[in-house]
């Protein structure tokens, strides 16, 4: 029963949160926006299916379902775009309802299957192999820039089995996957930062906002990288 009871007291939490973490707030067409841009012809066929879905108790339940995630997941202030995939599900199956019945011929519906398996081919190569991680992809939210894998590199050469790593940073997300197999410390909740405290280590990755060039102590060397957008961390160590 205690299993029962905490899950219930877990929804609350987020409840709270969809409408006080007001960072994460979107306009309530932001999910339409998502699909009618990368998922533009499934959400057309949908659109049909709409009208054709009253003739029978499963169609008329797919409709219903995609209809009543996409109003609440739109009235709920915070959005996230992988939550669009709660929409799109239900989305898929009342597009096959409109698909089959749109009053074309055959041929006709071949060329419109055709071209929008190209439409969607198109995106997935956008969203997965051109633009994977910058601004202009939607579904790359608060992502990690591939400069992180020029950071990785650098650490990789710098760092010894006895070596001891300090992360100074709120913001350090996913270094603890690249670095989990070497000897990391974290401080997420610094507000100021000296090195002479921390003379074990020998390498340090500290957010630019706890420590200026200038702090940087003789016989240490750093070069600046960037997590993301707004996050710019350097990569100090002793010079060998």
Known sequence: MQGFIQSIQGIFPWLKRGYSDSGHFKPWFYYIGILTRYELPIFIYAIFGIFYAWKNTLSRNIALWFLWNLAIYSIIKYKMPWLVVNITVPMCYLAGVGYRHIPLKKIQKMIFASASVAYLLFFSFYTNIWYPWQSNNTFAYVHTYANIFELVKKIDSLYSPNDKILIVSKEYWPLPFYLYKKNVE???????????????????????????????????????FTLRNGVNLYVVYKNQ
Do not use: C, M
Request: proline share 5%.
């Open 186 to 224: 974290y401080l997420p909740d610094a507000t100021s930062f000296k090195y002479e405290n921390y003379e074990n280590f020998k390498i340090f990755i500290v957010r630019d906002t706890l420590s200026s060039q200038e702090q940087i102590p003789e016989g240490f060397t750093y070069k600046e």
